[in-house]
């Protein structure tokens, strides 16, 4: 019976330890899925990142991003393992910036912890005093202060070193190269392009591997250019935005004050709201709704929250790159619907002919939603959307902005593919990316009227009839619809008044808006109307030294008539040919005729031959001024006494302006090397006048 019992006993424990063993070895298979799936999620979220921050393409949305971030950050807690190369512990991708030096932060660059619910973040807040204020969507970028001069500029890099650009810090906007404050200061702020300028510099690039995906990717590739490049720089208006002070010798301890103190002493500091917990809800929804009905300039990608006292902020831990207590970042939550696909339209942009998805309409983000581009070839392959009708999609908002389709039940990828341009009729032809493989259809009419997209961008500008309301998109999409082919169509686009307010976006408000700032820009300064006219070679500078030397009727009767302009200073042979090879045109000279039948033109009388203090003097303005307002007033004084302003520093430089005589600038070194004199704007009041 022992013996029995022994073998009974004997006979569990082998069959508990094969369950043992069983279940072990089914808890390590389990295991070793998730450990795959984390180790696959790491690369895909890297490659992702990799490309957001540095290529031309993205390989995801951030919707999909946030949900595989999600799923990451859920299996490294339920594991314990976390990857070296986590994006859940680095800072995000490093940015591709070749050109300067890499160099270690003087203040490690720590990034914030993320949340998409409110509730986490007042959990965090506590009963402190919070500021909220955007996260700005664009390139870090630090700034060092000594003895009152801009010593250095830093990109964030991976946080612990960055890039050194302060060869730029003439070409970017947003804070001063000079500070009353004489101590050791360090700024933090974002570099940041707005969607205008954006969509205006893409729409110059011609070929689809050198056009930038977002606003963000296009500043890294702006503030990665060398010093050879500086002026496209200038070009792109790339601003600065400070977002906090990280160092000063003397002691403020509020965030508020700091911020303000900042704006005292010149900088564009980024919007702000002192509130606490208790509204932390009601404050995320006030300043959501601002993006949401799309007044935001510049690209956010979320909301920041900062604690008030900054000794405070200072406490805490540090968890991966992540310093607890230095403030938490507020995520959107993408909000998915489910609709059911129309019909695929083609619409033509400045270089590529893009497919749209028209669906059932949706309710998105308080608006209702019924197209969403679908870019590519590529991607429509890749969403699986064929030419079926009724097939069912899944679309989002991303950052409650742009309408995007990210799942389609689509049975098979056929889908027919224009072989005419819809604005021109002319055939197109499908382009293969060298670069990514990418698939776009293109318009084969160098003419096609949608090809033109930044001469109509020029024309409604502020510089030209500056017509609030029609952006590039809107452009497009009335060049598309058929309402606009020249621009002369733009001042008799009230005959769409009902089409157009059944458009996304419109209604009787928009239009209303739009129609008023139409009509309001029939009466124009000539200067502005030349400009807009977009004739080659002749910008603003070259407009105004022909309406000052010709006046309004002088200069049209001689354009008319064909007559050459190489007698004003400034114009000369070469952009006189321009000018009358424009007029000869007969297009040009037919939308002229058009034109001057819609617009009032201010008659300005020919100031004849130039008199004044400058008188033949050509003056380059470079860092701050005090006597005048601004640059801008300082030109114009100089224009009004005969003188002319450049850009920068030549052989026909008469004068360097700079209140700063001893500067290492750029300008400083060629002036003193072509022997100019580098004079104070004291001195030049004192010379010339003001």
């Known amino acids: 019976m022992d013996s029995n019992i022994d073998s009974n006993i004997d006979n569990n424990n082998e069959n508990n330890i094969f369950i043992n063993d069983k279940n072990k070895s089914i808890q390590d298979s389990v295991n070793n899925v998730k450990f795959d799936r984390i180790k696959e999620l790491v690369q895909v979220l890297n490659e992702a990142s990799d490309a957001y921050y540095n290529d031309r393409d993205e390989i995801m949305s951030n919707f999909e991003w946030d949900k595989l971030f999600d799923e990451l950050v859920a299996l490294e807690a339920e594991t314990g393992f976390v990857l070296p190369d986590s994006p859940t512990v680095k800072t995000g991708a490093e940015e591709n910036i070749s050109s300067g030096n890499r160099e270690v932060h003087e203040f490690p660059a720590l990034s914030l912890a993320k949340s998409k619910d409110p509730e986490v973040i007042k959990k965090w807040a506590g009963e402190r005093p919070i500021w909220l204020s955007w996260k700005l969507d664009g390139?870090?970028?630090?700034?060092?202060?000594?003895?009152?001069?801009?010593?250095?500029?830093?990109?964030?890099?991976?946080?612990?070193?960055?890039?050194?650009?302060?060869?730029?810090k003439e070409y970017i906007k947003g804070y001063p190269l000079k500070i009353s404050y004489k101590g050791h200061m360090?700024?933090?702020?974002?570099?940041?392009?707005?969607?205008?300028?954006?969509?205006?510099?893409?729409?110059?690039?011609?070929?689809?591997d050198e056009q930038y995906a977002n606003p963000r990717n296009l500043v890294s590739g702006t503030l990665g250019l060398d010093i050879s490049r500086a002026n496209e720089v200038k070009e792109r208006c790339v601003?600065?935005?400070?977002?906090?002070?990280?160092?000063?010798?003397?002691?403020?301890?509020?965030?508020?004050?700091?911020?303000?103190?900042?704006?005292?002493?010149?900088?564009?500091?980024?919007?702000?709201?002192l509130t606490s917990a208790e509204k932390l809800v009601e404050t995320i929804e006030k300043w959501t709704e601002i993006v949401r009905n799309g007044k935001m300039d510049f690209p956010v990608d979320g909301l920041v929250v900062t604690?008030?006292?900054?000794?405070?902020?200072?406490?805490?831990?540090?968890?991966?790159?992540?310093?607890?207590?230095?403030?938490?970042?507020f995520k959107w939550q993408d909000t998915e619907a489910e609709t059911t696909l129309d019909h695929i339209e083609w619409s033509c942009a400045a270089f590529a002919i893009s497919p749209v998805a028209v669906f059932d309409p949706v309710s998105l983000e308080g608006t209702t939603v019924s197209r969403a581009s679908l870019c590519n070839i590529s991607e429509m392959k890749r969403l699986g959307i064929g030419e079926n009708r009724k097939t069912s999609l899944t679309v989002i908002k991303s950052n409650m902005i742009i309408p995007k389709c990210i799942k389609a039940d689509s049975h098979g990828t056929n889908f027919i593919i224009p072989d005419k341009c819809p604005v021109c009729n002319a055939p197109t032809e499908i382009v293969i990316s060298e670069k990514t493989g990418t698939e776009t259809l293109h318009c084969t009419n160098p003419d096609c009227n949608a090809k033109h997209i930044q001469k109509y961008t020029r024309f409604v500008s502020k510089s030209g009839m500056d017509i609030d309301g029609l952006s590039i998109k809107t452009l497009m999409r009335f060049i598309n619809e058929g309402y606009i082919s020249d621009f002369a169509d733009i001042y008799n686009i009230t005959s769409f008044k009902d089409r157009i307010i059944e458009l996304d976006g419109f209604g009787e408000k928009s239009y209303g808006n739009l129609i008023s700032s139409i009509e309001k820009s029939r009466k124009r300064h000539p200067v502005n109307f030349i400009y807009a006219l977009c004739i080659p070679m002749i910008g603003l500078?070259?407009?105004?030294?022909?309406?000052?030397?010709?006046?309004?009727k002088g200069f049209f009767d001689r354009l008319n008539n064909k007559e050459s302009f190489e007698e004003v200073d400034g114009i000369g042979i070469e952009r006189s040919n321009a000018i009358l090879k424009w007029i000869e045109n007969e297009k040009n000279s037919a939308l002229l005729s058009k034109l001057m039948?819609?617009?009032?033109?201010?008659?300005?009388?020919?100031?004849?031959?130039?008199?004044?203090?400058?008188?033949?003097?050509?003056f380059v303005i470079t860092g701050d001024v005090h006597i005048f307002k601004n640059r801008d007033e300082?030109?114009?004084?100089?224009?009004?006494?005969?003188?002319?302003?450049?850009?920068?520093?030549?052989?026909?430089?008469?004068?360097?302006?700079?209140?700063?005589?001893?500067?290492?600038s750029s300008k400083n070194?060629?002036?003193?090397?072509?022997?100019?004199?580098?004079i104070t704007e004291d001195t030049f009041v004192e010379r010339f006048g003001k």
């Open 139 to 168: 390139l870090t970028l630090i700034l060092t202060y000594d003895e009152g001069n801009l010593t250095k500029i830093m990109t964030r890099g991976n946080g612990t070193t960055g890039t050194n650009i302060t060869y730029l």
């Open 186 to 208: 360090v700024v933090r702020g974002e570099a940041v392009i707005s969607y205008y300028d954006f969509n205006t510099i893409n729409s110059m690039i011609e070929n689809p």
């Open 239 to 273: 601003s600065f935005n400070a977002f906090t002070l990280v160092h000063i010798d003397e002691e403020i301890k509020s965030w508020g004050d700091r911020m303000n103190y900042l704006n005292e002493l010149g900088f564009t500091v980024v919007d702000r709201e």
């Open 307 to 329: 604690f008030d006292d900054t000794d405070y902020a200072a406490t805490g831990s540090v968890t991966g790159h992540h310093a607890t207590n230095a403030g938490m970042a």
């Open 541 to 552: 500078d070259a407009a105004k030294r022909l309406i000052s030397f010709y006046g309004t």
């Open 597 to 618: 039948k819609t617009v009032i033109l201010d008659d300005i009388e020919p100031a004849g031959e130039k008199t004044g203090s400058c008188k033949g003097l050509t």
């Open 634 to 664: 300082f030109k114009a004084y100089v224009e009004a006494a005969g003188g002319h302003v450049a850009g920068s520093v030549s052989g026909k430089t008469s004068f360097l302006v700079n209140n700063d005589i001893e500067s290492t």
């Open 669 to 678: 070194t060629k002036a003193k090397s072509l022997g100019i004199e580098i």
